[in-house]
């Protein structure tokens, strides 16, 4: 996604992209804008009095001056300034108001955006890099949306009031003024393109540091530095990048600042040439007649010019460097959500689902998918089927991850997924509750295609134990209630008391008010594992998906895991990616995974029987490393033969 060209057309959509943002806010950006008009119209109001204060009321001839004349007039400039003041303060709170409610909104589409996308965008983008656009590129559009518009407005009516009084005034001298504004106006978007350039590298480098920063100092981060002694390189990795930035900023900072001098300049000079242009006329004796009145107003306006230009020339600079930003964020928002409800997606009511489990001629690979998420009719009603000669999805030219993955499994069984490292278990078990979709062939619950199911439902179905079970830096009681926010003290206790790890709770410094830390680092590998389980229990789903941890736990703790197990098992149709001899040898069924393909099917008994990969796989396992594996039930294994009957 970095470092994308500049695409024409998206660029022409952007402007109007960004315009829609403020459409809610319409009535408050008139009112703005009234206010600008108002105030900036105020502004041409007293250079005007000069001239008749000078002309009319000072120096008049006979008559002059006019005392009278000069206090009305005198008392109406002193009037203007204060009521443009007081408008103008109304006027800034209601902009900023405008620019903060934008931001907001655009920070919670994204987030609510980012929320929806599938696990393989998550898998594919640095979480660096995720959190980068929301902080950074969101926050440098904020002086943008809250200001931007605003000065662009309240200038351009500064700039054109006084244009026209200038005219009004002198029409030769406004166009001896205004000769070289195309200069100008070319040099500014030169100026603001080097800009935008600069910027867009730049945000790429906040995000390489946001990146940096959270793989490195996470705590898994920070505890594989230590462990590989890697410290020293990092914080040179952080240096580099980090100096980048800094010398980015800088040049950032100061792209078009000779340009901007040169202006500054020629405005401060411009109203002695135009004394010297009224000598030279006046001395010639051609063209109007000029007062003294009407040059003091007209070099007063040309100096009230000067601000307004120069903010306008630095405004134009940055809203295109904020271009740069805008398009990093609808970047992100036309990511389309690749998994999302069909639209006749049916809610399947979590108390009458049995909990079927079907797949049908299951294909996958991780690659982009194809299908559009509208496209969902079970398999054989002309979705893509796979090529016939198998091994190799025809679209991408990648191999099958799952090939031909065929079966079912009824209500309240316990599946075991047993196969080598990287046979695709993991993979099965993500496309039950739809973490990626099934490249060609069908996943179904009770029936129903998963994704014909609203996920939402989904979701409520199943429950899932990872191997590393993910804690929030929160209490035990915040993680559990994660499962069920309703869920009372009791029913906390219970789910606890289930997983065998109530007691526990009741040790740690607050009980359940304990913060676990980031990650769940401050338990103990079997401990997150069991408020895992208390997580799933009180969320009681229909469907268990269970990834058994791979690193061993100690003798005890891996003996409370099983134990803690087995109620939330009950009644539940349970897919287990299994490790432990416990969970194998009490699964109805035990499916053989190789290379993406169901390879042996059957019970522990049939599978040891005939020899083939399980036989091997169990031996390797359990047969070699473990002389005596003794599971909870008193089941007494030895040398691989199991040498008491199943309890
Ligand atoms: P293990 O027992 O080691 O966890 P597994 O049987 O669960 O292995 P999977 O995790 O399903 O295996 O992986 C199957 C294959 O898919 C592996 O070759 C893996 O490299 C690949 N794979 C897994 N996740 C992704 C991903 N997000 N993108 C691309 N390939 C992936």
């Avoid at 069909?342 to 049995?354: G, I, M, T, W, Y």
């Avoid at 999805?393 to 490292?421: H, K, M, N, Y």
Wanted: net charge neutral; with cysteine; glycine share 8%.
């Amino acid at each position: 996604m970095n470092g994308q060209p500049v695409r024409p057309e998206a660029e022409a959509r952007l402007l109007p992209r960004i315009a829609e943002l403020f459409r809610p806010y319409r009535v408050q950006v008139l009112l703005v804008a009234l206010a600008i008009l108002v105030t900036s119209g105020l502004g041409v109001v007293n250079p005007l009095l000069i001239r008749t204060v000078f002309d009319e009321a000072l120096f008049c001839g006979a008559g002059c001056p006019d005392l009278d004349l000069l206090a009305r007039l005198v008392a109406l400039m002193a009037a203007v300034p204060i009521v443009g003041g007081a408008i103008g303060v109304g006027q800034t709170y209601l902009a900023n108001r405008v620019g903060q409610r934008v931001m907001q909104d655009l920070r919670d589409r994204l987030y609510a955006h980012l929320q929806r996308m599938s696990l393989r965008f998550f898998t594919a983008t640095r979480t660096g890099e995720i959190q980068s656009r929301l902080a950074n590129d969101v926050g440098g559009v904020q002086s943008v949306v809250t200001d931007t518009a605003a000065t662009v407005l309240a200038n351009v009516v500064i700039v054109a009031s006084t244009l026209i009084a200038m005219f009004v005034i002198s029409w030769p001298l406004t166009v001896l003024s205004l000769l070289l504004t195309p200069l100008f106006a070319w040099l500014t978007y030169r100026v603001g393109k080097t800009r935008r350039q600069v910027v867009e590298v730049t945000q790429q480098s906040k995000a390489e540091m946001s990146a940096i920063t959270q793989e490195t100092l996470s705590v898994s981060g920070v505890l594989l530095a230590k462990v590989f002694g890697r410290q020293q390189d990092e914080i040179e990795r952080f240096r580099r990048e980090n100096r980048r930035l800094a010398e980015l900023q800088v040049r950032q900072q100061m792209i078009g600042q000779g340009f901007f001098a040169v202006v500054q300049a020629f405005f401060s000079i411009m109203p002695a040439l135009v004394y010297l242009v009224a000598g030279y006329l006046l001395a010639s004796g051609r063209g109007p007649a000029i007062s003294a009145g009407t040059l003091v107003a007209f070099t007063t306006l040309q100096t009230r010019l000067f601000f307004p230009v120069g903010q306008l020339l630095r405004v134009s600079v940055e809203v295109q460097s904020s271009l740069a930003l805008f398009r990093r964020i609808f970047d992100y928002l036309d990511l389309t959500p690749e998994i999302v409800d069909a639209p006749d997606a049916v809610a399947l009511p979590a108390e009458s689902v049995r909990g079927r489990i079907r797949f049908r001629h299951v294909y996958f690979t991780y690659g982009e998918t194809r299908l559009p998420p509208s496209l969902v009719a079970p398999v054989g009603d002309g979705r893509r089927s796979p090529e016939p000669d198998g091994h190799h999805d025809e679209a991408t030219g990648r191999p099958w991850i799952l090939e031909d993955v065929d079966f079912e499994i009824e209500p309240g069984q316990l599946v075991a997924l047993v196969g080598p490292s990287g046979a695709g278990k993991t993979t099965i078990s993500y496309l039950i509750p739809r973490l990626y979709d099934v490249t060609a062939g069908a996943v179904e619950i009770d029936g129903v295609d998963v994704r014909n199911i609203q996920l939402a439902s989904l979701t409520r179905l199943i429950g899932m134990v990872t191997q590393e079970p993910y804690l929030f830096h929160a209490s035990v009681r915040d993680n559990l209630l994660y499962a069920r926010p309703d869920a009372t003290q009791e029913e906390i206790e219970q789910a606890a008391r289930l997983a065998l790890i109530h007691d526990r709770i009741l040790e740690l410094d607050q009980g359940y008010d304990t913060v676990v830390g980031e990650r769940g680092y401050r338990m103990s590998g079997g401990e997150k594992q069991r408020l895992a389980i208390a997580r799933v229990i009180l969320k009681d789903p229909r469907i268990l998906i269970l990834d058994e941890a791979t690193s061993s736990l100690d003798t005890a703790s891996e003996r409370l895991v099983q134990r803690a197990l087995q109620p939330v098992m009950a009644g539940r149709t349970t897919i287990a990616i299994a490790h432990r001899l416990s969970t194998i040898l009490n699964a109805d069924v035990i499916f053989v995974i190789d290379r993406g393909r169901i390879v042996e099917r059957g019970t522990h008994r049939e599978l040891l029987e005939r020899g083939g990969l399980y036989a091997q796989l169990y031996r390797q396992q359990f047969g070699e490393g473990l002389i005596e594996a003794r599971c909870q039930d008193g089941l007494v294994l030895a040398s691989g033969q199991v040498i008491a009957g199943e309890a």
